[in-house]
């Protein structure tokens, strides 16, 4: 059965929008967790404009299933993480002005760089995720620098208008899920993901965990953090 990752950025987004302290994306993620999710992520962006230091760090001494830490492969975010260690760390390509993480990872262009981020997280026992679309290459790519995992990128499914468009991307997130899972590596998904296009993914096995954020927080304001929890885990369990 595939878990659930809950991102709880955007408890944050709602906290910075005002520069106050509250809610906290820590009292998010106990809820979550309380609700059953098998992780907490967060993302700590070069600008912080949504998930602080502070987060990152009490979330490490409260979180009792797992943190995982999306970040970019920059020496200030390896810093942090060896400094926190997570119990993962998912490798994402960053620039400042995009609304949310726009694409997956170029392992191909960017191999020497990433093979050396990947070592010195390893370096202190932490596994690291590679971020990545679904293509064959990229992911070959991440097996041969030693990545633990990779997440697949599911925003070009998401987005995806016309249902020829929505099956040709979840055809590529098919293949990709086989080809990761066939050289060994882990696999996880995400980005985009709401309670709708969660479904389709029934009977795709190779997928260990959902990482998803911004449809459960969405929901939370509506019905609350721990119901919006139960409502996306128990449709990642029905899979
Ligand atoms: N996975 C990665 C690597 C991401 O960058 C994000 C967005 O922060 C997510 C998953 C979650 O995406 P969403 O908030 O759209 O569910």
Redesign the pocket.
């Known amino acids: 059965m595939a878990g659930l990752a809950v991102?709880v950025?955007?408890i944050a987004t709602l906290r910075q929008a005002r520069g106050i302290n509250y809610p906290d994306p820590v009292a998010a993620a106990v809820l979550a967790e309380l609700a059953g999710a098998d992780g907490i992520?967060v993302?700590l962006r070069e600008d912080r404009r949504h998930i602080q230091d502070r987060d990152v760090y009490l979330l490490r001494k409260t979180v009792l299933s797992k943190l995982i830490l999306?970040m970019a492969a920059t020496d200030e975010m390896i810093s942090i993480a060896r400094d926190v260690k997570p119990d993962l760390v998912?490798l994402?390509p960053e620039k400042r002005e995009e609304l949310?993480?726009e694409g997956g990872l170029d392992v191909i262009s960017h191999t020497a760089a990433l093979e050396k981020a990947v070592a010195a997280l390893h370096e202190h026992r932490i596994p690291v995720s590679l971020?990545i679309d679904p293509d064959k290459n990229q992911i070959e790519k991440a097996g041969q620098i030693d990545a633990d995992m990779i997440?697949i990128?599911t925003g070009t499914y998401c987005e995806a208008v016309s249902p020829a468009e929505k099956d040709a991307a979840f055809a590529a997130i098919i293949e990709a899920a086989k080809k990761a899972a066939q050289l060994n590596l882990g696999v996880n998904a995400?980005?985009?993901?709401c309670y709708n296009s969660i479904k389709r993914f029934k009977g795709l096995t190779e997928i260990d965990e959902f990482?998803?954020?911004?449809?459960?927080i969405a929901r939370a304001a509506m019905v609350g953090m721990q119901q919006a929890v139960k409502d996306m885990l128990k449709l990642v369990q029905e899979l």
């Open positions: 991102n950025d955007h992520v993302h999306e998912t994402v949310t993480t971020f997440e990128h995400g980005h985009g993901l990482s998803i954020g911004h449809s459960i």
